[in-house]
């Protein structure tokens, strides 16, 4: 029966300095990643699936795969929001986990839309992050129904005004927010278009890395000419 100790040492002999050194452009604290593929992350991931107590040991470890482990095996519904705050702040060094971990847990839980909003004024940089991020994955998982149109709308106006001024990485969510506005919630499309005209070109570090920053006017053009818009998540896991 695997345990959080014969999982680490599993990662750590797994781990590849190339992809330590790649995982370290995007974001990552070097001294918190052993450089494991996400295929065998997933891979561990399937092994332990269902094992919430071993998923949030795992997260607690800090080692950035086992992280990563914990965000596709833990029930967001099932933990509280004590829990979540402490994921929020256990990966301010660590981008892909704050940006994509943090928030596939949270939206599951009932409490996602009030951490969301709480997040998004963290002085923290990768907890503001995390906070745009969740509330991008309410946008793509819940019914439009189930959303408040005019808080979004109120969070699209803060982005126009704030989103050039903001720290590195809460740029790139807001952007995404927009983007997920756009994508996601269709009574706000024409909202949506209007902020991303107005954002245009969005600056933002990517480090030593090729990725490149949507814009967000074109990439909404993109899902509306696909016929996807309004198109809902089952998850965000990916």
Same mark, same amino acid.
């Given at each position: 029966m695997p345990n959080a100790k014969t999982i680490?040492?599993?990662?750590?002999?797994?781990?590849?300095?190339?992809?330590r050194e790649i995982y370290s452009r995007h974001g990552m604290n070097p001294d918190r990643v052993y450089g494991v593929s996400t295929a065998d992350m997933k891979s561990v991931a399937k092994s332990i699936r269902g094992n919430q107590a071993l998923a949030c040991e795992l997260y607690e470890t800090g080692v950035m795969e086992a992280?990563?482990?914990?965000g596709m095996v833990a029930d967001?519904?099932?933990?509280?929001?004590?829990?979540?705050?402490a994921w929020a702040e256990g990966a301010v060094d660590l981008q892909m986990i704050a940006e994509y971990t943090v928030p596939w847990v949270t939206v599951e839980n009932q409490a996602a839309r009030e951490l969301a909003l709480k997040w998004m004024d963290s002085k923290k940089e990768l907890v503001a992050a995390a906070g745009w991020c969740t509330y991008s994955g309410l946008?793509?998982?819940?019914?439009?129904?189930?959303?408040?149109?005019?808080?979004?709308e109120r969070l699209l106006?803060? $982005?126009a005004k704030e989103i050039h001024s903001a720290k590195n990485r809460v740029r790139y969510t807001m952007n995404g927010f927009v983007i997920s506005v756009g994508s996601y919630v269709k009574p706000l499309l024409k909202k949506a278009k209007a902020v991303a005209a107005?954002?245009?070109? $969005?600056?933002?570090?990517m480090g030593e890395t090729a990725c490149q920053v949507p814009i967000a006017s074109a990439?909404?053009?993109k899902i509306e000419k696909a016929g996807r818009l309004g198109k809902k998540r089952k998850t965000l896991r990916c």
């Open positions: 680490l040492a599993d990662l750590k002999k797994k781990g590849k300095e190339k992809t992280m990563y482990i914990a967001g519904a099932k933990m509280s929001a004590k829990e979540l705050q946008l793509a998982t819940r019914n439009d129904a189930d959303l408040d149109l005019a808080e979004i106006d803060r $982005v107005q954002i245009g070109d $969005v600056s933002v570090d990439y909404i053009a």
